[in-house]
């Protein structure tokens, strides 16, 4: 994940449950900036639809039934990394931050379904005073290892397989 001002760089690039990885990020601020604090999070989280159906009552006393979508979200695991304290970003001058993390042992892995979904992200924020922050958001992926689901510790039921 690259744009003009943020560079993300993870090993592996793809992520594997109970498993390290290393992360480093790279920050080139557009301005000189003063930032209270810089820290990341990775995030897991699941998305779902589900239908209910809704009834109501006329005024001339029919009955009216419909199906109404609902979309909701849970958020699974958040593991947060504080990086820096309190620094000065000088314009033009990259930054980078280095930090390892175990992704949560048996996921659950990315999974990108239209009923259900579940999203891997890590964000890195650079916390500024009385102005929208600096981030970075990026999606990582996560995937299952076949050991586990052949061995049985993973029900592949949950995962639609």
């Known amino acids: 994940m690259n744009d ?5 760089e993870l090993d592996p690039p793809v992520l594997l449950p109970g498993r390290e990885a290393a992360a480093r990020v790279t920050f080139t601020p557009p301005r000189d900036l003063e930032a209270r604090a810089v820290a990341a999070s990775l995030r897991c989280v699941e998305t779902y639809r589900f239908d209910t159906t809704e009834t109501s009552r006329a005024a001339d006393g ?3 039934s419909r199906r109404v979508t609902h979309t909701n ?11 820096a304290d309190a620094v000065r970003l000088v314009a033009g001058q990259p930054e980078t931050w280095r930090f390892n993390f175990e992704v949560p ?3 659950p892995a990315t999974f990108e379904g239209t009923e259900l979904r579940c999203d891997w992200t890590l964000e890195v924020k650079v916390d500024l005073p009385m102005r929208l922050d600096e981030r970075l958001t990026a999606t990582v992926p996560v ?19």
């Open 73 to 83: 979200h849970n958020e699974i695991h958040r593991l947060d990394f504080p990086l």
């Open 105 to 107: 042992a048996l996921g």
């Open 4 to 8: 003009e001002r943020w560079r993300l």
């Open 62 to 64: 029919t009955m009216h």
């Open 143 to 161: 995937a299952q290892p076949t050991a586990l689901l052949k061995a049985g510790v993973v029900a592949t039921g949950q995962y639609g397989l």
